[in-house]
């Protein structure tokens, strides 16, 4: 079991900066790949950020891609969500997901068997 603990989500005005951080406990040790997802009001859950922790491969998801900056640090077991150029269509619910398992498609939230509880991201124009 890996429990998942979001922070950092705020208001800020467009083209500000913000930094997630999401504290994992439990299974620390076998998390193979972390991410980050969101979820804006009636819109479906979508991919942001994912870093794999052995070689520290990152993806991206277009749309954030050159904005955002996904990173960990294995001492804290933490993974960071650095978002800058901020629009308001970020604005969102940002979710931290984890796995154990090996997995291919980063991308996808049902590879995934952990997740937080979410923090609120509202980008003002």
């Known amino acids: 079991q890996v429990q998942l603990v979001e922070s950092g989500g705020a208001l800020v005005q467009a083209g500000g900066s913000l930094r997630l951080s999401c504290a994992a406990s439990?299974?620390?040790?076998?998390?193979?790949?972390m991410a980050w997802f969101r979820q804006a009001p009636g819109k479906e859950r979508a991919f942001v950020a994912a870093?794999?922790?052995?070689?520290?491969?990152?993806r991206y998801a277009d749309s954030v891609q050159d904005r955002f900056t996904i990173s960990g640090d294995n001492a804290k077991n933490t993974v960071y969500l650095e978002m800058s150029s901020l629009k308001p269509e970020d604005t969102a619910v940002y979710y931290c997901?984890?796995?154990?398992?090996?997995?291919?498609?980063?991308?996808?939230?049902?590879?995934?068997?952990?997740w937080g509880q979410g923090t609120q991201v509202t980008v003002s124009s």
């Open positions: 997901a984890a796995t154990l398992s090996q997995v291919f498609f980063l991308h996808d939230p049902g590879r995934y068997a952990y």
């Open positions: 439990g299974r620390t040790s076998s998390t193979y790949a």
């Open positions: 870093i794999r922790w052995s070689g520290g491969t990152t």
